[in-house]
């Protein structure tokens, strides 16, 4: 399976924060944004990555990611010269992902929970079918709406809904088959000019092949669209972070944890971070893995 992130788009409900740089390159606590979502496809098992985002922040990310060898995965970028909708990316990245099933998460999301890595394992292993994943909101107008039956069969998918005809929002973390990229290009644009993500989630829904997965109570779903909204995600990796004594989504430990890479690269990355907090906790994580080595 491959998989995209993407981290377009110009950010205008956080100007002037975004006015020189890209909103996944914002920090969220103590980390880029982006580390998150890439932290995501790695807990899904996913190494060969694709970065999607402007003409002008790309050469960021590179600078920043690199070729992904240092977590020990494969990262390539694609340019989006101008946002069409969140469906385009597989348009975009139909030569990257082949013949291969493909996850997308939006370079914006946060996801924590106990039994995540599960939930996305599963995911990933859910053979010719699509999975999403729904969310209990206050306000799911602002949101992607799935409706379900009386028995827990979807019914619809509707794009920010005036009447939303549940209060479960659709995240933004996608996993389809092979067959996404083509389903993608038969779109129509939206009434706004967009290949909406919601109807690629039909062209499944109609032959029966949709699958929402409900996360609850025990999970965490952050948007960070809004200032108040990156300030609420950063204040709760921050508290979490503080009480456990652990990070949420650094990639390097992520890495270490699959086996993708060795106990000596873990502290080569914590040596690259300096005396930052960040590298202390990855030079704590690579001494305590070397004392348990035979």
């Not at 039956?149 to 659709?170: C, Q, R």
């Not at 092949?209 to 204040?235: H, I």
Request: proline share 5%; net charge negative.
């Amino acid at each position: 399976m491959k998989g995209i992130i993407l981290a377009g788009g110009a950010g205008t409900r956080l100007y002037p924060l975004t006015l020189v740089t890209s909103k996944q390159l914002l920090p969220v606590y103590d980390k880029p944004m982006i580390y998150y979502p890439l932290s995501t496809l790695m807990l899904a098992g996913i190494r060969d990555i694709l970065v999607i985002s402007t003409p002008t922040d790309l050469p960021r990310f590179r600078d920043l990611l690199g070729d992904g060898s240092r977590y020990g995965v494969r990262l390539s970028y694609a340019e989006q010269p101008t946002p069409a909708g969140l469906a385009q990316a597989f348009v975009i990245g139909e030569s990257f992902v082949g013949g291969d099933a493909v996850a997308m998460v939006l370079g914006d999301n946060v996801f924590y929970g106990n039994g995540f890595t599960r939930m996305l394992r599963d995911a990933a292993a859910n053979a010719g079918r699509a999975t999403v994943f729904g969310y209990a909101v206050e306000d799911a107008t602002r949101f992607g709406v799935v409706e379900f039956d009386p028995e827990g069969l979807v019914l619809s998918v509707e794009e920010k809904p005036k009447i939303p005809k549940s209060n479960f929002a659709l995240t933004g973390l996608y996993f389809f088959d092979r067959r996404a990229a083509d389903f993608a290009k038969g779109l129509s644009p939206s009434a706004r000019g967009e290949l909406e993500i919601v109807d690629l989630m039909r062209c499944y829904l109609e032959r029966g092949e949709l699958d929402v997965k409900l996360m609850g109570r025990g999970f965490a779903w952050l948007d960070c669209g809004t200032q108040e909204d990156l300030l609420e995600a950063g204040e709760f990796v921050r508290m979490v972070e503080k009480r456990q004594g652990i990070k949420i989504s650094a990639p390097e430990e992520i890495a270490y944890g699959q086996g993708w890479t060795t106990a000596a690269e873990l502290a080569a990355a914590a040596d690259r971070h300096g005396k930052s907090t960040y590298g202390a906790y990855l030079r704590r994580v690579a001494d305590n893995a070397v004392r348990q080595l035979p």
